[in-house]
């Protein structure tokens, strides 16, 4: 995959910085209410309510952070690897769809609709997490680690939220928190995408395979340059021995013979030894 657009890129991030808004815009929803208001106790979606003079604020924001989900994933998803960058877009674009309905169909306004939006956001948010983790891993195992750890926290949240397992968080405190890890991973994957595409063409794998196909080309050179030397040696041996005087066996022997001789008697016969 050649080099992805840097503004593309720098879109698709600060989209999931933005996420962040939802836990501002709570706020002054929860602050602006006359009517007393437990997060521990209450759900997210109650502030949604007509009844409460902050709901339009609320309901809005729930649009906005579906577009916001959903743009940063199609945006930053030439910067996702392997096998799971489809999954994890997918699943995303069903958490944005599932807020969306959220904040368009309030809980006392079209209780099945709503209900069945805020299953598509907690579900596909924490699975859509686990998925997005593979696919910036090969950039950074660190970053995949963290946002693996949101994805499967939330999952399991999730799962003790729709099973009435509550426990000392309470109903409103369990569902926060199955639905605050996606804005909160979304807002680390985001940037992090942006600057290991900005310092890195290419993610650590291709760095890898480079780095590995260096050091064989590194070990070709160093057994032909050993192959080259021995037969620099071989060469060098032949010419020596070619070089070497004929007849040097012959004069050896004779030698030897002449040893034998007794130098006071030259009519003798060899000496016995």
Known sequence: MGRVSRKRITWGALAW????????VETIAQLSSEVPYSRSAEVISALGDPTRPGSTLMNASFVVQAALIGAGAVALLPALRGRAARPAVALLGAAALGV???GVFPRLT???????????????????LMALAYAVRPWSEALGTMVVLLGLFGTAMTVFYAAGVVGLLGEGGTERAAAYVLPIGLALAGPALWWLTRTRDEPVPGRRRLRAEAREQERLARARSAAERDDALEA???RAEAAQPRGTTGS???????????????WAGPRRR
């Open 110 to 128: 079209d209780p099945s609709l709503h209900t069945t939006g805020a299953v598509l956001y907690l579900a596909g948010g924490g699975l859509g």
């Open 252 to 266: 050896t022997a004779d030698d030897a013979a002449d040893d034998d001789l007794d130098p006071d008697d030259p």
């Open 17 to 24: 910085l933005l996420t962040l808004q939802f836990f501002v």
């Open 100 to 102: 969306l309905l959220v």
């Open 236 to 238: 060098a041996a032949r």
